[in-house]
């Protein structure tokens, strides 16, 4: 790999490969295009009027910066560490994912293109390429697995009253990972007039690079702020992972800075040890699906296994081929956090700090509930709260025995 | 990263039965038919029936699917049937026992494995190789490993003597074609429509133009495939293309021939060689 000596930011290479992971295994109808979004990012990249134009729609369309804020009242329950939120929460449509979709977007319109495809397995993305594209009056396509359309349907309702198509995907288990093979599927077959804006930092390169380039933003940010408010870096990062986006967007502007330990939080489902689980850094091995190699949960004959989790965004057996390198350098640490464990940071976080978390980042709040007692007061944490509850309302409720 | 070209000299020996098969084929002044199947489609067993008598039904070439939970460019005739090979519990081991059986019944019939990555990474390059060749197989599909990915599969397997069939599309433009050609042996494979397989039907005339402009390109012998499901198109194909290739019409036959619990009925194996017997007769028409 083509990298300067003692930096971690430096990848991909040319051929997208992070180390070993990464790459582009797709099929060849589809390769003319993957190399024309790769040369329109580059062409976007080298334009000053591009950044420009993501900073606008960041700053007054999807209302960043977000906050950094001091979580006061669970740092004094937890009796330890000094806790931070990264307020991703707050971003326009409830996520992160707003950030990468404008991104996408924007570059879509440069190329011309008129429709644009997704997938989706909580929603949040989908929600957020039904936004953008309403805004730009460009036609809109959401693939999700049925189970999933099944489990959100106030996500669904959204997508459809913002003027997307939602097309529920039976094949295979019905889940986010079905959903991204029918979109790959659609976009083979109308590669002349499509785009396909990827929801995490896996799929072929140059989509690892590109979406974890757009959410970087987090990171960049937390930094200032923190410098701001502290004087000083954090001392540990805490994001979840399901595909990796929000956590590698907060992670990467970090990676050089050798102080600060970094932890990434897969869905361990009901226990890794139950084989019903979403962490695929964990549990998994090397393999190829989606147009990358990375870390996947599969069978001893390289068939993929679904995942679980109580977390329609995590429950993917993949994970961006960046977190797989990170994870081999020995940079980024990746644990895990059990269903039941999200489920009490929910109610935790909801009771003590008045923001109810999506699914999502509960499980990164798990694992700061776990190791912040241990930690000196004057130990900085900055967590990533990426995603809002309020999709996640009937699912939990479902969880504590109440009815809506 | 796109890998150099490799020298003649590089590619191991291979069987050579695909060349001595469209050698045959062009003494014979006729195109040739390629049928396509699952392994372990509805099971082993009926798989293996089925494959023993394609030769004898007119199937010139056999490729084989190598099942996979995740096959992003097939359509839903050729996923069903993989996932109904692997719930009757077939594996990558299976799948090279059964190409061995078909070898030992046919000695000339090409054999071409054709499928997804991952379970051959997962089984280990270097073994499925030296196995694919000691079980009689002769080429490799690889639907998800394009000219930029050489390095994992199609040179090891060249070296290895087996012909690595790549895939051109009609969104293969003249940039594109030589990195698409270059260590592409055996033949080529063109992709007659955008999108997955089994799901529109082929236009005669766009795919004609284009099999005459990759004949200005290559000396290998072109097979057209997607779309087609009858004599006529197998007839129209085999006009200006060495062979072509029927798939998803034959996964449905025999998919028509399962009873409600997907278990194969009477007569299936004899319907779906009559059918390949009629596309066969395609080949021998004009």
Same mark, same amino acid.
């Given at each position: 790999?083509?990298?300067?000596?003692?930096?971690?930011?430096?990848?991909?290479?040319?051929?997208?490969?992070?180390?070993?992971?990464?790459?582009?295994?797709?099929?060849?109808?589809?390769?003319?295009?993957?190399?024309?979004?790769?040369?329109?990012?580059?062409?976007?990249?080298?334009?000053?009027?591009?950044?420009?134009?993501?900073?606008?729609?960041?700053?007054?369309?999807?209302?960043?910066?977000?906050?950094?804020?001091?979580?006061?009242? %669970?740092?004094?329950?937890?009796?330890?560490?000094?806790?931070?939120?990264?307020?991703?929460?707050?971003?326009?449509?409830?996520?992160?994912?707003?950030?990468?979709?404008?991104?996408?977007?924007?570059?879509?319109?440069?190329?011309?293109?008129?429709?644009?495809?997704?997938?989706?397995?909580?929603?949040?993305?989908?929600?957020?390429?039904?936004?953008?594209?309403?805004?730009?009056?460009?036609?809109?396509?959401?693939?999700?697995?049925?189970?999933?359309?099944?489990?959100?349907?106030?996500?669904?309702?959204?997508?459809?009253?913002?003027?997307?198509?939602?097309?529920?995907?039976?094949?295979?288990?019905?889940?986010?990972?079905?959903?991204?093979?029918?979109?790959?599927?659609?976009?083979?077959?109308?590669?002349?007039?499509?785009?396909?804006?990827?929801?995490?930092?896996?799929?072929?390169?140059?989509?690892?690079?590109?979406?974890?380039?757009?959410?970087?933003?987090?990171?960049?940010?937390?930094?200032?702020?923190?410098?701001?408010?502290?004087?000083?870096?954090?001392?540990?990062?805490?994001?979840?992972?399901?595909?990796?986006?929000?956590?590698?967007?907060?992670?990467?502007?970090?990676?050089?800075?050798?102080?600060?330990?970094?932890?990434?939080?897969?869905?361990?489902?009901?226990?890794?040890?139950?084989?019903?689980?979403?962490?695929?850094?964990?549990?998994?091995?090397?393999?190829?699906?989606?147009?990358?190699?990375?870390?996947?949960?599969?069978?001893?004959?390289?068939?993929?296994?679904?995942?679980?989790?109580?977390?329609?965004?995590?429950?993917?057996?993949?994970?961006?081929?960046?977190?797989?390198?990170?994870?081999?350098?020995?940079?980024?640490?990746?644990?895990?956090?059990?269903?039941?464990?999200?489920?009490?940071?929910?109610?935790?976080?909801?009771?003590?700090?008045?923001?109810?978390?999506?699914?999502?980042?509960?499980?990164?709040?798990?694992?700061?509930?776990?190791?912040?007692?241990?930690?000196?007061?004057?130990?900085?944490?900055?967590?990533?709260?990426?995603?809002?509850?309020?999709?996640?309302?009937?699912?939990?409720?479902?969880?504590?025995?109440?009815?809506? | 990263?796109?890998?150099?070209?490799?020298?003649?000299?590089?590619?191991?020996?291979?069987?050579?039965?695909?060349?001595?098969?469209?050698?045959?084929?062009?003494?014979?002044?006729?195109?040739?038919?390629?049928?396509?199947?699952?392994?372990?489609?509805?099971?082993?067993?009926?798989?293996?029936?089925?494959?023993?008598?394609?030769?004898?039904?007119?199937?010139?070439?056999?490729?084989?699917?190598?099942?996979?939970?995740?096959?992003?460019?097939?359509?839903?005739?050729?996923?069903?049937?993989?996932?109904?090979?692997?719930?009757?519990?077939?594996?990558?081991?299976?799948?090279?026992?059964?190409?061995?059986?078909?070898?030992?019944?046919?000695?000339?019939?090409?054999?071409?494995?054709?499928?997804?990555?991952?379970?051959?990474?997962?089984?280990?390059?270097?073994?499925?190789?030296?196995?694919?060749?000691?079980?009689?197989?002769?080429?490799?599909?690889?639907?998800?490993?394009?000219?930029?990915?050489?390095?994992?599969?199609?040179?090891?397997?060249?070296?290895?003597?087996?012909?690595?069939?790549? %895939?051109?599309?009609?969104?293969?433009?003249?940039?594109?074609?030589?990195?698409?050609?270059?260590?592409?042996?055996?033949?080529?494979?063109?992709?007659?429509?955008?999108?997955?397989?089994?799901?529109?039907?082929?236009?005669?005339?766009?795919?004609?133009?284009?099999?005459?402009?990759?004949?200005?390109?290559?000396?290998?012998?072109?097979?057209?495939?997607?779309?087609?499901?009858?004599?006529?198109?197998?007839?129209?194909?085999?006009?200006?293309?060495?062979?072509?290739?029927?798939?998803?019409?034959?996964?449905?036959?025999?998919?028509?021939?399962?009873?409600?619990?997907?278990?194969?009925?009477?007569?299936?194996?004899?319907?779906?060689?009559?059918?390949?017997?009629?596309?066969?007769?395609?080949?021998?028409?004009?």
């Amino acid at each position: 790999m083509n990298e300067i000596p003692n930096s971690l930011r430096t990848g991909p290479d040319e051929g997208g490969h992070f180390g070993i992971f990464g790459g582009r295994f797709v099929a060849e109808t589809l390769m003319p295009l993957i190399l024309e979004v790769e040369q329109a990012y580059d062409a976007a990249r080298a334009d000053p009027s591009f950044q420009d134009e993501i900073d606008y729609y960041a700053k007054h369309y999807i209302g960043r910066p977000s906050p950094l804020y001091h979580a006061a009242r %669970l740092t004094e329950h937890l009796g330890g560490a000094k806790i931070y939120f990264k307020r991703d929460e707050l971003n326009h449509t409830g996520s992160h994912k707003a950030n990468n979709v404008m991104g996408q977007i924007l570059l879509a319109r440069r190329m011309g293109k008129t429709k644009i495809i997704a997938e989706t397995g909580a929603g949040q993305h989908g929600v957020a390429t039904a936004t953008a594209c309403a805004l730009f009056g460009l036609e809109c396509k959401v693939f999700m697995g049925a189970l999933d359309v099944e489990r959100q349907q106030p996500n669904v309702f959204r997508m459809k009253l913002l003027g997307a198509e939602v097309v529920p995907v039976t094949s295979g288990r019905s889940t986010l990972k079905d959903a991204m093979n029918e979109a790959l599927r659609d976009w083979v077959a109308n590669v002349e007039d499509t785009f396909y804006c990827i929801g995490t930092v896996a799929g072929p390169h140059p989509y690892p690079r590109m979406v974890r380039d757009f959410q970087s933003v987090i990171g960049t940010e937390a930094k200032e702020q923190m410098l701001e408010a502290e004087g000083r870096l954090p001392d540990t990062l805490v994001a979840c992972i399901g595909g990796g986006s929000n956590a590698m967007g907060l992670f990467h502007p970090f990676l050089d800075d050798e102080g600060v330990r970094i932890i990434g939080v897969e869905a361990a489902g009901e226990g890794v040890e139950t084989g019903h689980h979403a962490a695929s850094l964990t549990g998994g091995r090397p393999g190829v699906l989606h147009g990358n190699r990375t870390y996947l949960l599969q069978d001893a004959d390289g068939q993929i296994q679904e995942a679980h989790s109580i977390s329609a965004g995590l429950d993917y057996p993949g994970i961006g081929p960046e977190h797989s390198w990170l994870k081999e350098r020995g940079r980024v640490e990746y644990v895990s956090a059990t269903d039941r464990d999200a489920l009490a940071a929910f109610e935790l976080c909801s009771r003590k700090e008045g923001i109810i978390p999506a699914l999502e980042p509960a499980h990164a709040l798990a694992h700061v509930i776990k190791i912040a007692p241990g930690l000196p007061a004057d130990h900085l944490i900055c967590m990533n709260l990426c995603g809002r509850g309020d999709k996640d309302v009937h699912t939990v409720a479902k969880h504590f025995g109440m009815e809506i | 990263m796109t890998a150099e070209p490799i020298a003649a000299e590089d590619f191991a020996p291979d069987s050579g039965r695909i060349k001595a098969r469209f050698d045959r084929l062009r003494a014979e002044g006729r195109g040739g038919l390629v049928t396509f199947l699952t392994a372990g489609d509805p099971d082993f067993d009926t798989s293996l029936e089925i494959l023993k008598g394609l030769p004898g039904a007119g199937a010139d070439v056999i490729e084989l699917g190598m099942p996979f939970t995740d096959p992003m460019a097939d359509g839903p005739a050729i996923q069903a049937a993989g996932l109904r090979a692997l719930k009757a519990g077939q594996t990558m081991v299976k799948t090279l026992e059964l190409t061995r059986a078909l070898r030992e019944s046919d000695a000339e019939v090409p054999i071409i494995l054709m499928g997804y990555y991952n379970p051959i990474y997962s089984y280990g390059v270097e073994r499925f190789l030296a196995d694919a060749r000691a079980a009689g197989v002769d080429g490799l599909i690889i639907v998800d490993l394009p000219p930029e990915e050489d390095d994992e599969l199609c040179l090891p397997a060249v070296r290895a003597g087996l012909n690595f069939i790549r %895939l051109a599309t009609p969104t293969t433009d003249a940039k594109r074609l030589p990195a698409v050609l270059r260590n592409t042996s055996g033949f080529l494979y063109y992709v007659s429509i955008l999108g997955i397989t089994g799901t529109k039907e082929i236009d005669d005339a766009p795919v004609r133009a284009a099999v005459e402009r990759l004949k200005q390109h290559t000396d290998l012998p072109i097979a057209v495939g997607f779309g087609i499901k009858t004599p006529e198109q197998v007839a129209a194909i085999c006009e200006n293309a060495e062979a072509a290739v029927v798939g998803s019409a034959i996964v449905r036959r025999l998919e028509q021939g399962l009873d409600a619990e997907g278990k194969p009925t009477p007569g299936l194996a004899r319907d779906v060689l009559d059918y390949v017997a009629s596309l066969a007769e395609g080949t021998r028409r004009g």
